[in-house]
């Protein structure tokens, strides 16, 4: 039979029943996340079994564990594909730490070539007389750096980011070690309330009582004003000093800095000109990097525009933001499913000639009655002097041709013109054409297509596409998109702060098919930037759920693996989960207890997205200090009867994949045992030995692995024995 609650797969038998420790399943609470009934199973593109309901309400899926992974694997493949292939690249920035404690490295990074702007000792004394002050100005002045800066001033201690959606409330009542410096990026500032101020002022006697340190950036003119705290206009520094702080010494001549302070644009951003001075700094010709700064894609855009293109070819222009990378064939029917669309919403005029002494607007037959004629309408599409362009890729020893733009950042300017020049009905005529063909698109690209939209107008992005999809109109494939739309957000800084406010609300105020959505959202690029929210909300999820709706247990375990595998603080989730199943086991609350031990299990089942080997495996070979958190966890799963078999499977299935992820797999197997041994109940030790036994004679692993990790639970059981005698 299958345990509730366990991942698919997992199964029991006779011989496990639980013990006096097993939790029973009580009545589902309140607001648990609810399963869709009366519905039938339909297999869609990924192999991932969604609902159809029969209302015809959004539907909601029955999330597995292979159908979570997969999500991840086709996101990180497109990534890598459209990297490489020239088809219109996403602009990915490195990840940047947007939440958690900040070491060395981080503040090494943001602080390189940091200068001093006039408004710095306004901010320190203002810090260091409240402990508390609030730095607004434009994004890329250099806030975040300004504060880290501002705080190291004035403490040695540790640096912490908090989340953006911080409320004044929560910045008043939580704790604040001593000595310890804070900083809150780009605040979202909740309305005006009539106590503001009062609030704030709670804020500054905490901190100064734990003499503490706190700096928030937000926009200009997004805070109230307040009199009880310093709000300091932030202004960056001269873009001369910019440059020589960021130049090695042989890149900055006196003419180089000249030519560069003319060339560069009066909007330049901090982050802009340090990137700008890293490609100089390499020896590429100034000329070169100055393109970053160019305008000349946005011109050509426009100029493409003012020409007055044909209604096709605004239409494939259109078609192509969301597309790119199609073959012909494929484009081509994407393309003509948009004018259909575009057709019923605005229907096309009757063209009308023109002759000498008629009258203005006379109408006559339409043109394609006039000559039989075959249009060559691939060649307009291709223009020497349009958009598109034609590239061909070769895979394998196969060739296709696909359509991309001439350029890749083409896309942003292009969605840019057509939201400032067309109205409502051009745009309901392409979220018509993208709902009833999603599940013929790539995604990817749609999702892309969309949160550059969202940088351009995120209202419109929110409410045509995000919330319905979130709540499951277009099923499966529509949560999936609306998910891939916010990991794309996150590849920039004020995006992703956005990203993680959907996702919260999602989270805590949504529908059930909103909540998943969430959950997947979490799994991914959102919990990797903003890990401790994502944690924070993903168990709020798990403790609404049932026992028996596994969707935010397997989230909180892709989190788990998307951080392993980006050198993230996956331990985060380890502790967390420590923490609960120490409070719940003493406070003898079943269901919480049952939820925490199915996460755990989740956690060591979970695979990589991209090798397909345990995640938890991959985490000990990268940070062998976190071996004692981790088998304090097994032992604690292994103690329990019923999730014992689990547990097992995965610790069998884990000394399996060492061959692969560690260069002497034995001394690892050793090492691993020895730690077991330490945390396991000395009674526990032959029954364990007699189960993994019966797992290695139906097994092909090498037997020496286990052996070795066998054996060093066998020299460790005198050592418990002794302390026992003693």
């Known amino acids: 039979m299958t345990g509730p609650g366990l991942p698919p797969g997992s199964t029991t038998t006779k011989n496990d029943q639980p013990d006096d420790s097993r939790p029973t399943d009580p009545a589902p609470d ?144 939580r704790h604040y070690d001593q000595g310890h410096g804070y900083v809150v990026v780009d605040r979202f500032v909740e309305a005006t309330a009539s106590d503001a101020d009062f609030v704030w002022r709670t804020v500054r006697d905490r901190l100064r009582d734990c003499d503490a340190y706190l700096v928030i950036t937000c926009s200009s003119g997004g805070s109230p004003t307040v009199e009880s705290v310093r709000h300091v206009r932030w202004q960056r520094p001269e873009l001369p000093q910019v440059l020589r702080a960021h130049l090695a010494e042989e890149h900055a001549s006196d003419s180089r800095l000249t030519h560069l302070v003319e060339r560069i644009p009066a909007g330049w951003r901090m982050g802009e000109v340090a990137r700008l001075c890293a ?85 006559v037959e339409p043109v394609g009655h006039l000559r039989d004629e075959l249009p060559a309408r691939r060649r307009t599409l291709l223009a020497e002097d349009g958009l598109i362009v034609e590239n061909r890729e070769s895979t394998g020893l196969t060739t296709r041709t696909v359509l991309a733009f001439r350029a890749p950042d083409y896309r942003m300017p292009v969605l840019a013109e057509l939201w400032s020049r067309y109205d409502l009905d051009f745009w309901d005529a392409v979220r018509a054409w993208i709902q009833d063909n999603i599940l013929r698109f790539d995604e990817f690209q749609i999702a892309y297509g969309l949160s550059l939209l969202a940088q351009i107008d995120h209202d419109e992005v929110q409410d045509s596409y995000l919330e319905p999809w979130s709540r499951g109109r277009m099923a499966w494939p529509g949560q999936v998109t609306a ?33 998943w959505t969430a959950a997947l959202a979490f799994s991914g690029e959102v919990g990797m ?72 299990i989740a956690i060591f089942t979970v695979l990589d997205h991209q090798d397909k080997r345990p995640s938890i495996f991959k985490l000990l070979r990268a940070q062998p200090e976190r071996l004692e958190l981790v088998v304090r966890l097994w032992a604690d799963v292994l103690c329990n009867r019923f999730y014992r078999k689990v547990a097992l499977e995965a610790l069998h299935d884990g000394l399996s994949s060492l061959e692969q992820i560690s260069d002497d797999p034995v001394r690892y197997a050793r090492e691993l045992g020895e730690a077991l041994a330490d945390a396991l109940p000395p009674r526990e030790h032959e029954t364990l030995q007699r189960a993994f036994r019966t797992l290695q004679a139906r097994s092909r692993q090498r037997a020496s692995i286990l052996e070795a990790l066998l054996e060093a639970m066998r020299r460790t059981v005198p050592k418990f024995r002794q302390e026992e005698e003693e």
């Open 30 to 173: 309140a607001e648990q996340v609810d399963t869709a009934e009366g519905t039938t199973g339909e297999s869609v593109r990924d192999g991932t079994e969604i609902s159809q309901p029969r209302s015809g309400a959004g539907a909601e899926p029955k999330p597995t564990a292979d159908g979570l992974s997969q999500v991840h694997t086709k996101f990180a493949h497109a990534n890598i594909e459209n990297l490489y292939v020239g088809a219109d690249p996403p602009s990915r920035s490195a990840r940047r730490k947007a939440a958690g404690r900040l070491d060395h490295d981080d503040v090494t990074q943001l602080l390189c070539g940091f200068v001093t702007p006039r408004s710095y000792d306004e901010a320190l004394v203002a810090l260091a007389a409240d402990h508390v002050t609030v730095l607004e100005g434009r994004a890329g002045d250099g806030r975040q750096a300004g504060a880290v800066a501002l705080l190291q001033e004035l403490t040695d201690e540790r640096l912490v980011m908090l989340s953006p959606i911080v409320t004044l409330t929560e910045l008043s009542e």
């Open 279 to 363: 490609r100089i700094n390499t020896g590429e010709d100034s000329e070169e990097a100055l393109g970053a700064f160019s305008t000349a894609p946005m011109e050509h855009v426009h100029r493409w525009f003012e020409a007055e293109p044909s209604r096709r070819e605004i239409l494939a222009v259109t078609a192509l933001s969301f597309t790119s990378g199609a073959n012909k064939r494929t484009f081509e029917s994407f393309l003509a499913s948009l004018e259909q669309h575009y057709d019923r919403q605005v229907p096309p005029t009757v063209p009308r000639r023109h002759g000498p002494g008629d009258d203005a607007g006379t109408a």
């Open 529 to 600: 930037r903003y890990p401790a929210d994502a944690v924070r909300r993903l168990w709020n999820l798990i403790a609404q759920s049932n026992e028996s709706d596994p969707a935010a247990r397997l989230a909180l375990a892709g989190l788990f693996s998307s951080l392993v595998d980006s050198n993230g603080d996956a331990s985060l989730i380890l502790r967390v989960l420590a923490r609960h199943l120490r409070k719940y086991r003493r406070g003898r609350d079943p269901r919480l207890l049952n939820l925490t031990m199915t996460s755990i």
């Open 483 to 515: 998910t891939y739309v916010l990991w794309l957000m996150c590849a920039d800084d004020a995006m992703s702060r956005v990203a993680l406010r959907t996702a919260v609300r999602w989270a805590t105020n949504g529908t059930p098919p909103q909540r």
